[in-house]
């Protein structure tokens, strides 16, 4: 069981905002389902609250202690604020020292709860300071099973553009498939390393905190490349450091059938199937033409390719049924 409570407050009576809820509609449009139209995780969506009660009521409500899943999910988008007690989610009826809920009493929620993994996303200003130290010393440890992920550091803006948050526009483009793995799989470090490069050297910066022990997978979508081909690693490779010598014998161009020269051994049907399989691995990463630039001229002059750093990764997880 998968679970998400999605959150985005534009109706602040000072200071409006015109993306939060814009934000979370999407936020919760891709959580529902995976790339194949699979389902994925049980949404409920809330853009209306007007009140801390009401909020609290929810939060408190997800990370219930006698509420078992096996990754829940909370989102949100709005304003946020940091005073000397600490960090604090706001609601529209904000007043001085009771801004909305305390970032701390979120984290002690879910640090209690039965939920196997939990997840939280804020797109809100000083967001970074989840998980840090009060000013007066005192902290909420994050356990295990907990990852965090802010749209900006503790003393930084987080910005609006075009009616959207520019953290979570690059989250939900993240979730799409940018920040898959060769699998497909779209974990939460793999969102916070394609948000941190994709923001260059924007002045608002990401924040990533976790303290997992096991894969956590937010989303799916079809693989770069198919997982039976994947698994053909440990078949090409016996071992890791090995290199699979080619000919000319696995490119298709070297035939008869087209009109070019054409040099022994020919094009063999098993070959060129072999071929195509690590011009695909080739294309994610996990292979190189050993003295060559490209497959092809490291087939047409029996050349050899090996794995790469990754691709030893993947073997390994191909040798241990992982794929």
């Known amino acids: 069981m998968k679970k998400a409570l999605v959150i985005g407050i534009n109706n602040y009576p000072n200071a409006p905002l015109t993306g939060a809820v814009n934000d979370a509609k999407s936020i919760s ?13 049980e949404v409920k969506f809330h853009d209306e609250i007007k009140t801390r009660g009401e909020l609290l009521k929810l939060i408190v409500a997800f990370f219930d202690l006698d509420t078992e899943a096996d990754m829940g999910l909370l989102y949100f988008a709005g304003h946020g604020y940091v005073n000397e007690l600490g960090g604090f989610i706001v609601t529209p009826d904000h007043e001085s020292y009771n801004e909305g809920i305390a970032m701390n009493d979120i984290l002690g929620l879910a640090n209690k709860s039965k939920i196997r ?43 609006e553009i075009n009616g959207h948050g520019v953290f979570t526009n690059l989250l939900i483009e993240g979730l799409k498939g940018g920040a898959a793995d060769v699998r497909g799989h779209i974990s939460p470090g793999g969102l916070y390393a394609y948000i941190d490069q994709a923001l260059g050297a924007h002045e608002q910066r990401p924040v990533f905190k976790t303290n997992v022990i096991e894969f956590v997978q937010l989303r799916s979508i079809n693989p770069q490349v198919p997982l039976s081909t994947l698994r053909k690693l440990i078949e090409y490779f016996h071992r890791p450091s090995d290199s699979l010598q080619l000919d000319p014998s696995f490119e298709d161009t070297n035939s008869n059938d087209v009109e070019h020269e054409v040099i022994e051994p020919y094009a063999d049907p098993k070959n060129v199937l072999i071929f195509k399989d690590l011009q695909k691995l080739e294309s994610v990463g996990l292979i190189i033409p050993i003295g ?5 001229y490291a087939a047409m002059r029996s050349k050899s390719c090996k794995l790469t750093s990754l691709g030893h990764h993947y073997w390994r997880l191909a040798r241990e049924d992982r794929i």
Do not use: A, Q, V
Request: proline residues 5%; charged residues 25%.
């Open 292 to 296: 060559e630039e490209h497959m092809y």
């Open 29 to 41: 449009y891709l959580l529902k389902t995976n790339g194949n139209d699979s389902k994925n995780f």
């Open 117 to 159: 993994n939990k997840i939280i996303i804020l797109d809100c200003c000083k967001s970074g300071i989840f998980g840090t130290p009060t000013e007066n010393g005192s902290i909420t440890p994050i356990e295990t099973g907990t990852t965090i992920l802010t749209s900006s550091r503790k003393n930084e803006p987080s910005k």
